[in-house]
């Protein structure tokens, strides 16, 4: 079966899935609405985020010429991590009335506020340097101090139980608070980013061939990294707005697309929007199975799944090499 007719298959087995499976009864006329409304709201936000951290990985690797790179390692996923945390913070301790920002609104502006902030140290190093080992110890030290900023924040709120609880649920990951104002607000900013990643397909491709010969064939190997670095931080920042902290996306998927798409950008970000987009759906619906008294979080879950995943795909493509 072609690649794209498998995977809308797979997508659509997904979602009949994610609207089935959960705690409550569809059967009751009463809440059935109510139920199936919910569910399709964590449908969209596990879908969106899913697209988005599938192809943040791409556009990464493409751009580190390494299938090893995640969207983490600019750290703009811990500043939008712990911009969302600071958010849920400020709200919890100033009261619930006197937010001017309606609330549910508050994480998701929080999370590109500080994608945003992180992405502008970024952009600064670019500035001072086109050197990508730069660039990527800037990412490191940035996702190293977030991620202290984030501690800090979670310290701060275990001095109330519903606001450390909040905090820490989203820290690790979760769809089942988005709603439909959240989905509204990072649908279009996703969709803008994804179609702009795609625009900039064929100069990865040239990156992929170093940097002198990408120059040769005409890519402007410096504008190529900045708005690979901005289109990112987009994904990155509307991933986490929906759907918190979650892990691996962004690296298992391209690994498994790479042999049935191949290595061609503007064919592979479409298949990793789509992959990436029914993975996040699958691991939502694992969550919802293991028997807990609380729902496992979304983020353990892709933990749990992505890891072994990933080091098969090392085991494969390491014995790929040693035959080749």
């Not at 100033?94 to 970024?122: D, N």
């Not at 990865?204 to 931080?233: F, H, K, P, T």
């Not at 987009?234 to 790479?258: E, K, Q």
Request: glycine share 12%.
């Amino acid at each position: 079966m072609r690649l794209y007719p498998l995977l809308f298959l797979l997508l659509l087995v997904a979602a009949v899935l994610a609207v089935l499976v959960g705690s409550g009864d569809l059967s009751d006329p009463e809440l059935r609405d109510t139920f199936l409304k919910l569910r399709g709201y964590r449908l969209a936000a596990a879908f969106l985020a899913g697209a988005a951290l599938a192809v943040g990985g791409v556009v990464v690797q493409g751009l580190f010429r390494n299938p090893l790179a995640s969207p983490s390692v600019l750290g703009t996923t811990a500043g939008a991590s712990f911009g969302g945390q600071v958010a849920l913070l400020l709200y919890g301790l100033a009261g619930a009335g006197s937010s001017f920002i309606v609330p549910e609104m508050l994480v998701p502006i929080g999370c590109f506020a500080g994608a945003l902030a992180a992405l502008a140290v970024l952009l600064l190093f670019l500035r001072i340097t086109q050197d990508l080992l730069a660039l990527l110890l800037t990412g490191f030290v940035l996702s190293a101090l977030f991620l202290s900023l984030s501690a800090f924040v979670t310290s701060v709120a275990q001095e109330t139980w519903e606001l450390g609880r909040a905090v820490v649920s989203f820290s690790l990951g979760s769809v089942s608070g988005t709603g439909p104002r959240q989905l509204a607000f990072a649908l279009p900013v996703i969709a803008v980013a994804l179609l702009a990643s795609w625009f900039w397909g064929r100069s990865l491709d040239l990156l992929l061939s170093g940097e002198e010969e990408a120059q040769s064939m005409g890519a402007n190997v410096g504008a190529a990294r900045w708005w690979s670095a901005i289109w990112v931080s987009v994904l990155v920042a509307g991933a986490v707005s929906v759907g918190g902290n979650v892990g691996f996306v962004g690296l298992v998927v391209p690994h498994m697309l790479r042999p049935f798409a191949g290595t061609k950008h503007q064919r592979l970000i479409p298949a990793a929007a789509l992959a990436g987009g029914i993975f996040l759906v699958a691991c939502d619906v694992v969550a919802r199975l293991i028997p807990s008294r609380s729902e496992i979080p979304l983020g353990v879950v892709t933990g749990l799944i992505g890891a072994p995943l990933f080091l098969l795909l090392l085991i494969r493509l390491r014995r790929e090499r040693a035959y080749a």
